[in-house]
């Protein structure tokens, strides 16, 4: 398993440990990543939980409270039903929610892994195995857990959620709506992971880092939008 020492290089010099990574050619180097950000994922759900419980009462008493469809002799009933599953959930419910929370950023890492395998062997005629993939990929998303050290703290200290560390910062837009979910999703924090996946592209699939580049960033815009679009539907 790739050394403890050597995680740092990722954000400092990214070839160089893929290079490595690449002729160890062993997909049991993806483990510790995995591990890793697993560990931040439960760590960010046990600092965050008592904001995260506000901000879902918040949410369901804006839902309940705002739907034409719910007859108003009944909302406050079951307002009340709701905020109490949310105030006192059941162990398995908690357990979910830590599961969850653990699991989501090792689940990316398989999807995106997935997607840099499609576009890589697919669109540029590459052979590189998933597993050579999915130990560059796991190794980029520690980009995600230095994004938890700087976003949780700030969450707890503002004690929101909606923490911006990119163009989300300029404001524009109603909360929910497309352009403001868009611009949030405009982050520094992903576009650095956009960076840092096609320089292990070009390591994997021994070419410049330009075409992966933009291949990656024509993905991430389209990632965006749709889900700006479904999010201001949901809203």
Known sequence: MFGLNNLINVFL????IFTILSKRNNWKDSILPFIITAIVGIASMAVLEELLTEVQIQQ???YIMGNSQIPDDQKEDI????????????SS????GYASSALSTPFRILMMSLMIMLIGNFFFGGKTTYGNILV?????????VLESLV???LMVSQWRVDIHTGLGLLGLGEEGSFLFNFMSGMDLFAFWRVIVLAIGMSVLY??????FLIALVIYWIFQITFFSFIGSLIT
Do not use: G, N
Request: charged letters at 30%.
């Open 13 to 16: 010099e990214p070839r160089d």
């Open 60 to 62: 369901t008493e804006k």
């Open 79 to 90: 307002l009340t039903e709701s905020l109490k599953s949310i105030t006192h959930p059941s």
């Open 93 to 96: 419910m908690k357990l979910i």
């Open 136 to 144: 560059m990929t796991s190794y980029t998303y520690l980009i995600a």
């Open 151 to 153: 976003k949780v703290p």
């Open 206 to 211: 021994r070419r410049e880092v330009k075409p």
